[in-house]
C-alpha cells in the first residue's frame, strides 16, 4: 500500500490499492511460500541421510 502511494506521490498515475486486494495478495504470495517450501523438505524427509552425506 505505502508503495502505491508513494507511486501518485511521484508520477502524475493515480493509484488506490484497496484493502482487499492488498490483503489478497499477501495471503497468495504466504500460501505459495508455505506450498514451495514445504515440499522440497517433505521430499528431503524421506531420504535416508546416510546417503545424502555420501
Excluded: C, Q
Aim: aromatic share 10%; proline share 6%; net charge positive.
Amino acid at each position: 500500500m505505502f508503495f502505491g502511494v508513494l507511486v501518485s506521490m511521484i508520477t502524475p498515475l493515480s493509484v488506490k490499492p484497496d484493502l482487499f486486494t492488498v490483503l489478497l495478495a499477501a495471503g497468495l504470495s504466504v500460501v505459495v511460500g508455505i506450498i514451495f517450501s514445504w515440499l522440497p523438505a517433505k521430499n528431503a524427509a524421506k531420504k535416508d541421510i546416510g546417503t545424502l552425506l555420501r
